[in-house]
């Protein structure tokens, strides 16, 4: 019963929540005069999003700790997660949870958790080739490095055969194959997370909501593929987000969830100068880069938790 209520809880996307929100609306009428009203219910759904992730952050570490006593021990004496709202609190429990996943599965990679997304054979031929020119490029420079290196211990250069069989026996390596699994992990992820953004814009772009901030919802539907790059999510075991990704998180997520959250705005003049205002990337501060990237993180979360629940046994049925 527990792993069940915690387990439907934790693998229940969070798009269900801004769903939730749309549905919400829609008995709304389209006039003005519920224009004053938008902020009001973009700060109510925004804070819906991010209570439920940090909830779920925290039966994250439950679970585990549940069925780890040493971890249990671990974060109960050495780790502070607090609200686990900031980037690192997140971060360290995706770390935690991979690596309850490895005393497992200990060959595990969280490129692994893209794989299930089925691709057409003439695709994966084109990724072959693509990424054999690839290596081929990488095993032309190292090659170069190490004629270079040489030349330089020698003090002399080398003539051709020397070159060339520097040249020809990285060409005889065998390819790595699990890198070659690593990039059609890689592809599989852009392609299920381009998929996830593209039908929050389809949802989105019907509905109430975004009659309320349209300058802000076209500005998220034609740049957010320079803001919202896959390849900056769940990268490595040890980082949830690229550095420009996370900076991205901190400012237009973490610090306006902290505003609305402790409502500073009621008692605080912070409001943006006119230096704020006009800065490049003042246009990132919208509901719908929050919303998104919220649903991004949490895709993560939902997808490694399935895999080490199904290394315990269990079925999580929603």
């Not at 490029?137 to 020397?162: P, R």
């Not at 076209?218 to 740049?223: E, I, T, V, Y």
Request: glycine share 4%; net charge neutral; hydrophobic share 35%.
């Amino acid at each position: 019963m527990y792993n069940s209520v915690h387990g439907k809880f934790i693998a229940t996307p969070l798009y269900n929540i801004l769903l939730d929100g749309i549905y919400a609306s829609a008995s709304i009428k389209a006039g003005a005069e519920t224009y004053p009203m938008g902020e009001y219910f973009f700060q109510s759904l925004f804070l819906r999003m991010t209570g439920a992730q940090e909830q779920k952050m925290k039966c994250i570490c439950w679970e585990l700790a549940t069925n780890d006593y040493t971890y249990r021990y671990d974060l109960l004496h050495n780790k502070n997660y607090g609200e686990c709202s900031n980037y690192y609190e997140k971060c360290n429990i995706y770390k935690d949870l991979i690596e309850l996943i490895r005393k497992m599965q200990p060959d595990f990679s969280v490129y692994q958790l893209w794989e299930d997304l089925t691709i057409e054979q003439e695709t994966l031929e084109k990724e072959r080739k693509k990424w054999e020119k690839k290596v081929e490029e990488y095993n032309k420079k190292q090659a170069h490095a190490i004629i270079k290196k040489k030349e330089k211990e020698t003090g002399a250069s080398l003539n051709q055969d020397e070159k060339d069989k520097i040249i020809n026996g990285l060409k005889s390596r065998s390819l790595p194959e699990e890198d070659f699994r690593q990039h059609i992990a890689c592809v599989k992820k852009k392609t299920i997370i381009s998929d996830l953004i593209h039908s929050i814009i389809n949802m989105l772009e019907s509905s109430q909501i975004v009659l309320w901030k349209q300058a802000d919802f076209d500005a998220f539907s034609s740049c957010w593929p320079k803001n919202l790059k896959p390849e900056w999510i769940a990268t490595n075991d040890s980082r949830l987000l690229e550095p420009k990704l996370q900076k991205f998180y901190e400012e237009v997520v973490y610090y306006h969830r902290n505003r609305c959250a402790h409502n500073t705005n009621s008692y605080q003049l912070d409001l943006p100068s006119l230096k704020t205002i006009a800065d490049k990337g003042y246009g990132n501060q919208n509901y719908f880069y929050r919303f998104a990237l919220l649903i991004l993180i949490d895709e993560v979360f939902v997808r490694l938790y399935r895999k080490y629940q199904s290394l315990l046994g269990y079925d999580i049925i929603i």
